[in-house]
């Protein structure tokens, strides 16, 4: 076996090593647009929380609205 058949990742990588700049950028690029995909599910679990908890929600707990209108307003 020649070094080409061992390593086939790492000599995919050295040949993007010119690249590297657009893969750091694809990278960031692909972790934000998983984050921005879970926003909205967070979003919605802070809201049910404040509906169902109302005066005892994390909301109310952490910033000290303790109003359920103003802590989904909030939200």
């Known amino acids: 076996m020649n ?3 061992k390593k086939p990742a790492w000599n995919l990588l050295t040949y993007m090593a010119p690249y590297k700049g657009r893969l750091i950028l694809a990278c ?4 934000l647009n998983k984050v921005c995909d879970i926003v909205p599910e967070i979003l ?3 809201a049910i929380d404040v ?6 929600s994390l909301i109310a707990r952490i ?3 303790t109003d359920p209108y103003n802590q989904l307003y909030l939200v």
């Open 51 to 56: 509906v169902v908890n109302q005066h005892n």
């Open 63 to 65: 910033v000290g609205i």
């Open 3 to 5: 070094i080409l058949t």
């Open 44 to 46: 919605i679990g802070i």
């Open 28 to 31: 960031i690029s692909s972790i």
